[in-house]
Structures are given as structure tokens and as C-alpha cells.
């Protein structure tokens, strides 16, 4: 090719023509290009220092004088042709890239989203609100009292002088002062809430958290719920009692249950009892829950005893009342058949969310 050129001298028109065929095989090449990577390759090849354009100019110099100015000037215009044919390739290029990232990465709105995780209501909370639900209802009001205790609260004035057997069990924790401790039960709240109220008759329930030094098994903690309850006024009788506790059975357990009393024994209570309802697992058939008797224990109850009565500002002679006790926690274990209490304060989420 090269000899043949050589010989035959060159024509502005074959210059020409080499411009314009390589201009439509630029166009066509940039029309074609798949991305902006592969189009920024094909720019140095047409328009770069060593591109085909530039070859296809190489011998513009061996040209006469004016026809050289007239292939020079077509040579400029096709170069700002590419050169905005690059340019808007380049720019469909990156428009349809971003178009489809856009289609891609599109928000679903519809989607379901993340649930934040809830906490919820401890199971011995959920046991005690619906305690204190039902004696609300029944003209109970909620009584608070402090969890830190003297000793003659939590025993003296209940009928637990120093030298009572009873107190061998409710060992407790004892502060640094030997006066005062931890409360074994709600009880001491039975004497604030006389002394505050005393003669006026008191419906009251006692929640809050009791405390005992014993060793942890399945069946004891060393801190527990108690709801504690008292009825004082005059001319309330044994039959008051009962009447009262079932009513709350019925409300808690369901309307048909049965309920019985059996003789017990509290230092602050006489008489005392305390209240079984029918297995409501087996329905008083006899299980492994209820270990075959039909019954489950469920509170301790009894006539507030008149030394107690005094000690609170009430004369015995005048006015009489009754108390209540049961552990939400026990209720739970009942209702949900757990086997360990101990489950209740570990704080283990896998046993938490059952509930
Ligand atoms: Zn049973």
C-alpha cells in the first residue's frame, strides 16, 4: 500500500475521503458503546494523540497550500463533531445508569417494616395488676408501704414479740442496725395504714416486694411479691371473710370454682385459714400440679387479731376485721404451670417473652 501511495502523488480529496470514513466509523462506534468506560476507550482511540483521526491526518502537510486550509477546516469540524457526539453519549451513558440503580434501589414502601423490639409487663407484674384490678373493683384501695422495716414492725406489733417461735420462719436481712431490716411480708403495712386511718373503717391492699434470708431453690427466693390485704370496721365476721375471698376467686379463677377454707395458723391472725380453689389444670380431678389432691393453696387468711387491732388504734371490742396474703409470683407458677421460681428474677429473655 505504502509503494503504491508513494507512487501515485497525494489528492486532497482521498484525504478527504479518509476524514469522513473515519468520522462514520467514530459515530458508529460511540453509538454503540455499551458504558462510559468502554466510550472513554474509544475516545483516545479516535481523538487521542496517536487516534485515528490524527492518522487519518498525517499527511495533511505533504498538501499544496489552499487545499491543505480546506481539509484542515473540515478536519476541525469533524473533531467537534465527535467530540460532541462523545460528550452526549456519555451523557445518555450515565443518565440510563443512574435511571436503572434508581429502579434497583427503589424504596418499597408497601414492604412490611422492622418491628422496634416492645418490652412488656413482667409475668409476676401481669399476675399483680390483675390482682389489684379485681380489689379495686371490690373497694379495695392500693396501700404502698416501705420495703425497709424496724423490727417491731415487721414483728412486735404483729403479735411477734422477740421471743416468738414464729419468727424462726421469716429470717430476714438485718441492716447494720439490728432494728431494722428487710420486710419478711407486707404485714408492717397493716399497722401504718391503721395507726394513719384509725377509728375510720380501711379496705386496703398491700403489694410490694417481701424479703427472707433462706436458701434459693425452685420453690423459694430470697425476694418475693406479696399483696397483702385488710378489712376493718365494725361487725365484720368470719363469714366477711369468706364471702369476700371467694367473691375474689370466683373474679380471678373463673365463676364456677370452688373454693374451701382450712384451719391454719398466723401470730397475727384468729382464727386463721387458709384458702384452697379447685385444681382449675385438672378441674379438682387430681394431677401432677395440683400432686393429686384436686386443690391448690392459694392465700392465707384470718381475723386480725385483737392485739393487733390495739396496736393499730383500734379497740377489739368495738372493731373487728380480717387480712389476706398470697404471692403473685405463686399465682403465676399456678396459672402458667412453672416449675421454678427462680425463673422470675434471672432475667432470661427466653423465659420473659413467653409472657
Ligand atoms: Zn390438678
Redesign the pocket.
Known amino acids: 500500500m505504502k509503494s503504491k501511495a508513494g507512487k501515485r502523488p497525494l489528492m486532497p480529496a482521498d484525504l478527504l475521503a479518509q476524514l469522513e470514513e473515519t468520522a462514520r466509523g467514530a459515530l458508529q462506534d460511540i453509538e454503540e458503546s455499551a458504558d462510559s468506560e468502554d466510550l472513554a476507550t474509544k475516545r483516545t482511540e479516535v481523538l487521542g494523540r496517536g487516534g485515528v483521526l490524527n492518522q487519518a491526518l498525517k499527511h495533511l502537510a505533504e498538501l499544496p497550500q489552499p487545499e491543505r486550509g480546506d481539509v484542515g477546516r473540515r478536519a476541525n469540524e469533524v473533531k467537534a463533531t465527535l467530540e460532541k457526539a462523545f460528550a452526549a453519549r456519555r451523557e445518555a451513558l450515565e443518565t440510563s445508569l443512574l435511571e436503572m440503580q434508581l429502579r434497583q434501589e427503589a424504596l418499597d414502601v408497601t414492604l412490611p417494616g422492622r418491628p422496634p423490639v416492645r418490652g412488656r409487663i413482667h409475668p409476676a407484674n401481669q399476675t399483680l395488676r390483675q390482682i389489684l384490678r379485681i380489689w379495686a373493683e371490690m373497694g379495695f384501695q392500693v396501700y404502698r408501704s416501705r420495703e425497709v422495716e424496724t423490727d417491731e414492725l415487721n414483728f412486735g406489733l404483729l403479735n411477734m414479740p422477740p421471743y416468738h417461735p414464729a419468727r424462726d420462719q421469716w429470717d430476714t436481712f438485718y441492716t447494720t442496725n439490728p432494728q431494722v431490716l428487710l420486710r419478711t411480708h407486707t404485714s408492717p403495712g397493716q399497722i401504718h395504714v391503721m395507726r394513719e386511718r384509725a377509728p375510720q373503717p380501711i379496705r386496703v391492699v398491700l403489694p410490694g416486694m417481701c424479703y427472707r434470708y433462706e436458701q434459693v431453690t425452685a420453690r423459694s427466693e430470697i425476694q418475693f411479691n406479696q399483696v397483702e390485704g385488710l378489712a376493718v370496721g365494725r361487725r365484720i365476721t368470719f363469714a366477711d371473710l369468706k364471702g369476700t375471698l371467694t367473691a375474689f376467686a370466683r373474679r380471678l379463677f373463673g365463676a364456677q370454682v370452688a373454693t374451701r377454707f382450712r384451719a391454719a395458723h398466723f401470730p397475727f391472725t384468729e382464727p386463721s385459714a387458709e384458702m384452697d380453689v379447685e385444681?382449675f389444670?385438672?378441674g379438682g380431678v387430681?394431677?401432677p400440679?395440683?400432686k393429686g389432691t384436686?386443690w391448690l393453696e392459694v392465700l392465707g387468711s384470718g381475723m386480725v387479731h385483737p392485739t393487733v387491732l390495739n396496736n393499730g388504734g383500734y379497740d377489739p371490742a368495738q372493731f373487728s376485721g380480717f387480712a389476706f396474703g398470697m404471692g403473685p409470683e405463686r399465682l403465676t407458677m399456678l396459672k402458667h404451670r412453672i416449675e421454678d421460681i427462680r425463673y422470675f428474677w434471672s432475667n432470661d429473655l427466653r423465659f420473659l417473652e413467653q409472657f
Open positions: 385444681c389444670v385438672c387430681g394431677c400440679v395440683c384436686g
